[in-house]
């Protein structure tokens, strides 16, 4: 059983930016699959971002391209975010999670306690 551990967020101005990590132990998450996902206050939780198990292949939400980038560090059992260009409209709970394949999106793991990220207008 894998445990996830996001941190990294805050708050930050529009415009801004943020880089948030998730660490993954109890077993190492390099032959998977992983993805970013929010939870806005009352909304339901989204996809952001997902990769690949070597990082070489992406995928974003529409309204993240450009502006948030996924990638990875198998040694060292992490997953990134960087977020560029924030919104308020980002505002959210973010949360890492290993997947079942990159496209499909479909999360595999438990949630972790999200790490939290405020952008003021």
């Known amino acids: 059983q894998v445990q996830l551990v996001e941190s990294g967020g805050g708050l930050v101005q529009a415009g801004g930016s943020l880089r948030l990590s998730c660490a993954a132990s109890?077993?190492?998450?390099?032959?998977?699959?992983m993805g970013w996902f929010r939870q806005a206050p009352g909304q339901e939780r989204e996809f952001v971002a997902t990769i690949n198990w070597s990082g070489d292949m992406t995928d974003y939400q529409d309204s993240v391209k450009g502006r948030f980038t996924i990638s990875r560090d198998n040694a060292k059992n992490l997953v990134y975010l960087q977020m560029n260009s924030l919104k308020p409209e980002d505002t959210a709970v973010y949360y890492c999670?290993?997947?079942?394949?990159?496209?499909?999106?479909?999360?595999?793991?438990?949630w972790g306690q999200g790490t939290q990220v405020t952008v003021s207008s």
């Open positions: 109890g077993r190492t998450i390099s032959s998977y699959a």
């Open positions: 999670n290993v997947l079942y394949s990159w496209r499909a999106h479909e999360v595999r793991g438990s």
